[in-house]
Each structure stands twice: as C-alpha cells, then as structure tokens.
C-alpha cells in the first residue's frame, strides 16, 4: 500500500482554518482601511474618528501658565470607535510577538501541549504589563502623583485628563477587548493525551474570560465614573505584581529548579492586596466622603454620592478577597503535594502464598506486590486520577484573575 503524502494545499477563503491563519493580515488590511481614509477628504473626518483621540477642549493660558494653552479630554461614545481601532492594532502586536519571539523559543524549548499554552499566555502578558508599567510610572511622575498622593481624590469630579492620560486607558480598554477574539485565534480547541485520559484545553477559557471580564469591568469602571487618577495608581501597582508572576512562570519553565520568583510575588502579592485597600478606602472612603459637592450630575460628571461610593469600595474588597481566596488555596494545594512527595514510602515486605499460582508467577518473573506509581497501575481510573492533578497544577495561575 502506497504511503499517503501530507497534502500542501491551502485552506478554502474564509475558512475556520484559513481565518486561523490569516488572521493578523487580515486584521492589518482592516486597520489600513481606516488609514488610508485620512487621505482623502470624503472619508477624513469618519476616520479621523477611529484613529484619533475624541473630545478636546483647550483651556487658556493662566498666570502660572502664561506661555502655552493646555489641551484636555473628557469621554464620549465616539470613544468606541476608537477602542476598535486600536483593538485591532492590539491584535496585530500579538501576532507578531507571536511568530516573531514567542514561536522561536517554544521550538527551540520542546514545550509540551500544556505548557506551550501557558508559556504564550505568560509571554504576551509580561510583555504588556511590562509595557504598562513603564508607560503608567511615566504619567504619574509627570503629573506628580507620587509627591503629593492627595491628587487622588482633590478637585474631584476628575473628568478632564491629558492626552497620556486618556491614551493610556483607551489602549488599556482596547487590550483586554482583543483579548476575545484571540481566545478564538489561539486554537483552543486542542486535545491532549494524559495517561489514558483526553482532557481539552477549552477547560481553561472559563478562567481567561472572568480575568477578562474584571478587568475591563473595573477599568472601565474607573474610567466612566472619573475615578481616573485611582484607577491608574491601583493599575501600576496590580501590573507590577503580575509581571514579576508571569516572567517568574516564564523561568520556570525553562528551567524547574527556579523558585525564588514565586516565593517573592507570594510576599508581593499580599502587600499589593493591602496596598490596594488602603488606597481605595483612603480615596473613595475619607477623601471624597468630605467633599463639599455630593450631588449626582451627570453633565459635570460628578458621581460623588455615598451609593456609588459602596459600590465602588464592595466592588474592589470583593475583587481582591476573591483573589486572596484563590492565592490562599494555590499555596495550600501547593504546600499539601510538597509535603505528600516528601513524604517517606513505606516498603512493604512481599508476601508469598503457596500454590500452583504463585509457583506461575515467580517463574514468569512476577512478583505478588502491585506497585503505587498510578503510571504502573493497571487501572485506567487510577491514571486518569493522577493525570487531572497534573493538570490541575499546570493549568492554576491565581495571579492572573485581575
């Protein structure tokens, strides 16, 4: 019988497999139709929309500000179209970090299914975080929010920003949006084979969309209530945290033996839960609370009433004991399989019976002892036990639900 050649023959146009393929082309011929709009007059000013920031007002210059004019922004609906845009440029920059990095170093590493999925997953966050971090210290040390900390609740409703300001969280938006269309992109559907057991790797999108889902709940949130100022603090000090978890994942798997990065985003970890606390309560709890104006106006943007500031303060004490939840079982489960492999086995002595049968056996060479390793074990619930644990272990990352 002849062998059968792999076929070389493109996908159909349009197809599932084709649309996996292509998708950052495709994606890149989408955002160079909004570009090439602004060359012509016809379309310039719908796709002005798309690529440019929205909603500027310019303030003239004051006695301390005699030389320049300021420009500030405040938030529209036309803000959604420019969170598309840049949603599919977000998508591009994962594509290319993609093929151009994160592709290399897993052909060179040999990564399994499971890890190479968690490898590419630690790979584009720390890069965005990463990038978050640098560009979120930027705009609080040009606006000096480290010198004086009460710029987080004075002169509050905060509805004009600059245009870092109002960049940062139109980028910050249209990052976790494109973060839906790649759950698709990815191919999650995959299969892998675990001793006797098929587990999918689809299992893993429910944790992906309620990460997902906070945060563009809560930067959102921050950013339509004018909560801007607080919500760019508690962002640089959450994306800090995550960042040191996922490069430390990243070492991990390259090599095992490295631990120290995980014992000091444990430490981070909680102090980064406290710290976030203490801010919020300090702001939203004493700072606004003693406000002169606590009057709903949604034209000025004033949302500094006490029912939107519970809301606000159970929303994030749920968030992050949610997280604590989470963390506390990780290290639990953590510390329970240390202590199990540790743990000293107890050799059981064989016991030998008399009879034909046991005769057969010690002359075939088989022993009456039934080993513990579940890889031995001639029953098959037995591995596909163990084989949900090492999935259970692999797949668990608590530092990435917010």
Same mark, same amino acid.
């Given at each position: 019988?002849? /062998? ?12 599932? *497999? ?18 090439? =709009?602004?060359?012509? *007059?016809?379309?310039? !000013? ?52 993609? *093929? ?12 399994? !299914? ?55 969280? /139109? ?41 997902? =889902? ?93 029912? /939107?500031? /519970? ?25 329970? *399989? ?65």
């Amino acid at each position: 019988m002849a /062998i059968r050649k792999k076929s070389t023959k493109s996908p159909p146009v349009l197809s599932h *497999e084709f649309v996996l393929q292509n998708h950052a082309d495709i994606v890149s011929c989408v955002a160079m139709v909004f570009l090439l =709009g602004l060359m012509f *007059e016809i379309t310039a !000013k719908a796709s002005i929309i798309f690529v440019t920031l929205q909603y500027n007002v310019t303030l003239p210059a004051t006695e301390e500000q005699a030389t320049e004019s300021a420009s500030l922004y405040y938030y529209g609906i036309k803000d959604l179209a420019t969170v598309f845009f840049y949603m599919l440029v977000a998508i591009i920059i994962h594509a290319i970090i993609q *093929e151009y990095v994160l592709d290399k170093i897993n052909r060179r590493m040999h990564f399994s !299914k499971t890890k190479h999925s968690k490898f590419n997953e630690s790979g584009q966050l720390s890069a965005f975080y990463l990038f978050s971090c640098i560009w979120g210290t930027f705009i609080l040390i040009s606006e000096n929010y480290i010198s004086d900390p009460t710029i987080l609740w004075r002169a509050y409703p905060h509805n004009l920003m600059t245009f870092q300001m109002k960049f940062f969280y /139109i980028s910050q938006l249209a990052y976790w949006f494109h973060a839906f269309p790649e759950l698709y992109f990815q191919k999650t559907k995959k299969y892998i084979l675990v001793w006797n057991a098929i587990y999918s790797l689809q299992e893993d999108i429910p944790r992906q969309l309620v990460y997902i =889902g906070l945060y563009l709940f809560h930067i959102a949130g921050a950013y339509l209530l004018n909560l801007n100022h607080l919500g760019l603090v508690l962002l640089v000090l959450h994306y800090f945290v995550e960042f040191l978890f996922h490069i430390s994942r990243l070492f991990y798997f390259s090599d095992e033996k490295y631990q120290k990065g995980f014992s000091l985003w444990a430490v981070l970890f909680v102090l980064g839960r406290l710290l976030t606390l203490i801010l919020s309560v300090l702001t939203v709890g004493f700072g606004l609370a003693r406000a002169e104006n606590q009057k709903l106006d949604f034209s000025s943007g004033n949302f500094n009433v006490l029912a /939107i500031r /519970i809301a606000v303060l159970a929303s994030i004490c749920i968030t992050q004991a949610f997280m604590m939840w989470k963390f506390i079982n990780f290290q639990l489960r953590r510390w329970r *399989e240390h202590s199990t492999s540790q743990a000293p086995t107890v050799k059981k002595k064989p016991t030998v019976t008399k009879g034909r049968a046991s005769r057969k056996g010690t002359e075939n060479g088989v022993n009456g002892t039934v080993t513990s390793n579940g890889a031995d074990s001639p029953h098959p619930l037995r591995n596909v036990f163990f084989g949900r644990q090492i999935l259970q272990r692999l797949s668990l990352s608590p530092g990435s639900l917010l």
